[in-house]
């Protein structure tokens, strides 16, 4: 056992190595907020996390709209038919089915401004909960949180103007009646 463990146990010391910085790499990830990765930041030094012309003290967050592709089929004749002087057909044209897949949009990534975290308070979260219940979007307790359920209910209510993202933005609050318009 000694032996084995003398020559084998480089193996084992590098397996628990890499299993250490795959684990190190993963729990880098866990401080992501909303889904797919969304982070909201404050535009105070113009930080490359906020569009170029954020006033400074605004928070944004960025939505990606994936391509839209077309897939087309059509028939292509690989033989034409052969006809007899007479006009009958000795033998009827081939085709074969041929698939293309051309993209009709691009991918776009774009800017939209969100509350800041420190607005996100339970009190406001608990209204915005109350807000989407009342528009019948959100049927689940209020627990001024901002949990999975709240999330689809943002994105049912911003899925209506066009914008499919469960990241409350600015512009929703606002329709909402959460945070003053700016006049």
Known sequence: MAD??????HRLLAGCALSGLLIGA????????GTLGAQ????????????????PGTCWSTHTSPAVIET????????????APDGTIERPARFRRETRQSIVEERRESWFETPCPDQMSPYFIGSLQRALA??????????????APTRAAVRRFQELDGFANDELSLLSARKLGLIAVEL
Request: proline share 9%.
């Open 4 to 9: 084995n463990l003398r020559r084998h146990g």
């Open 72 to 83: 087309v089929t059509v028939q292509v004749m690989t033989h034409p038919a052969r006809v």
């Open 40 to 55: 909201v930041s404050r535009a105070e030094t113009q930080p490359p996390q906020s569009p170029a012309d954020a006033p």
């Open 26 to 33: 993963l729990a880098g990830c866990a401080g992501t907020t």
């Open 134 to 147: 009342v528009r019948g979007l959100y049927d689940g307790q209020i627990t001024a949180t901002m949990d």
